[in-house]
């Protein structure tokens, strides 16, 4: 399928222009005239303003942290030893114990908030496509995903920074709270069968990317040194199939609560793990699940050194 009419986009680097694209004019964005014209043009130059590139490279530093934090819960919780949940609230709570914990957590919820913006950003370079009918399908698509990106690294930074403030929660119980409350609701299995079908296709299409390698885009292969491209692609995929696998699971469980009208099995990444656990041989494939989120983690702090923003991947 040919791609919408938008540039490939590497890290922006201080005093670097980008080379306009075919029909992009003077290489911001095109002559649009109008308020909203300017209005996007002066949008992009923040998005693109190298002191937010800064912050926001913190927040993949922060989310690979965040990883490798969920693979030593996970490992923990294979051991059979009691500690935080092994999710994104569990590895918060491990950061806000620790040494720093609340300046460490301000930094986390500053940089997602600043990645988060960064990732939207990319709407504003691809939004021309739908405009063209022979582009618009694959356009929206694009949009969609980097627009759902940024709000998964918002959420983060929401809940770092309510950690921050010392409004701890764990998710797990949380999100059993919002599936019974919109149980009791007429038509509220409807929206907790359409949430786990989400969930469960943002965990097939993260283990499909692990499988073909799809996530290789993010990185500015270029400015990567040869001899760590086979290692940023090997521990990728591992993380990619293992988020998938347990995401992919959190769908699952969250549909049994749906049909079963049980809240009990709605318990988020925590509840896949210790499912995964629970069966034959479980504590090997929670161990081999817990290495593929380190590797994840690994990954993404190798993003944070060689980021390619590029949402068309």
């Keep these: ?41 002066s949008a992009r130059e923040v998005t693109d303003h190298p002191v937010l590139a800064a912050v926001a490279r913190v927040g993949l530093v922060a989310y690979g942290v965040l ?3 969920i693979g030593w819960l996970a490992v923990a919780l294979a051991r059979g030893v009691d500690g935080d949940d ?40 691809w939004w021309r496509g739908l405009l063209d009918r022979a582009h618009r399908l694959r356009t929206a698509f694009v949009c969609t995903k980097c627009l759902a990106k940024a709000g ?18 764990q998710a797990d119980e949380r999100f059993r709270e919002l599936t019974g409350e919109a149980l009791e609701v007429p038509g509220g299995a409807l929206l907790v069968y359409a949430v786990a079908a989400g969930v469960a296709a943002v965990g097939l299409y993260t283990l499909a990317r692990g499988v073909t390698g799809g996530f290789m885009k993010d990185i500015d292969l270029p400015a ?12 990728g995929r591992v993380g990619y199939v293992a988020k998938g696998i347990a995401f992919s699971l959190v769908g699952v469980l969250l549909w049994r609560a749906a049909s079963t009208a049980d809240i009990s099995t709605a318990t988020g990444l925590d509840g896949a793990l210790t499912a995964i656990g629970s069966v034959r041989a479980g504590p090997w494939l929670l161990g081999a699940v817990a290495a593929g989120f380190a590797a994840f983690g690994v990954y993404a702090l190798a993003r944070a050194r060689y980021p390619d923003r590029d949402p068309s991947s």
Aim: hydrophobic fraction near 45%.
């Design 86 to 125: 092994a999710d994104q609230t569990g590895a918060l709570q491990a950061v806000a114990d620790s040494p720093g914990g609340t300046v460490l957590l301000w930094l986390i919820g500053l940089g997602l908030f600043s990645l988060a913006l960064w990732q939207a950003g990319e709407v504003l370079l």
């Design 224 to 235: 990567a040194p040869d001899r760590w491209e086979p290692v940023i692609e090997a521990v």
């Design 152 to 169: 998964v690294y918002a959420v983060l930074g929401v809940t770092a920074l309510l950690f921050a403030l010392g409004w701890e929660y």
């Design 1 to 41: 399928m040919e791609e919408p009419l938008a540039p490939h986009r590497s890290w922006p680097r201080p005093g670097a222009r980008r080379e306009p694209a075919d029909g992009e004019g003077d290489g911001v964005l095109p002559r649009q005239g109008g308020r909203i014209g300017r209005l996007l043009e």
């Design 67 to 69: 990883h490798l934090l």
